[in-house]
Nanobody, 123 residues
């Protein structure tokens, strides 16, 4: 079993930055693909960013590309999402996820999920 705990969310003004962290416990997940999803009120959970287990490949939703950066530290069993130039439409609960089937944009490819951390961007 893998337990994931997100942190770093909060309230920020438009144009500001936040860095989310997702720490794993229970076992290491260096060999897993890692991803971030988000869900705004009344909307489906959507893909944000993913990184392969090696870190050699990254993927981003069009809405965040150029603003967000996903990275990982396998030694610390932590994945990060650096969010810059935040917009009100980025407001959502952000979830990290890991999976053994390679990085993808699909929710079903991830086996373990965190509880989520709230990001609120004010205008």
């Amino acid at each position: 079993q893998v337990q994931l705990v997100e942190s770093g969310g909060g309230l920020v003004q438009a144009g500001g930055s936040l860095r989310l962290s997702c720490a794993a416990s229970g076992r290491t997940f260096g060999g897993y693909a890692k991803a971030w999803f988000r869900q705004a009120p009344g909307k489906e959970r959507e893909f944000v960013a993913a990184i392969s287990w090696s870190g050699s490949r990254t993927y981003y939703a069009d809405s965040v590309k150029g603003r967000f950066t996903v990275s990982r530290d396998n030694v610390k069993n932590t994945v990060y999402l650096q969010m810059n130039s935040l917009k009100p439409e980025d407001t959502a609960v952000y979830y990290c996820a890991v999976g053994a089937n390679g990085a993808s944009r699909l929710r079903t490819d991830y086996e373990y999920w965190g509880q989520g951390t709230q990001v609120t961007v004010s205008s």
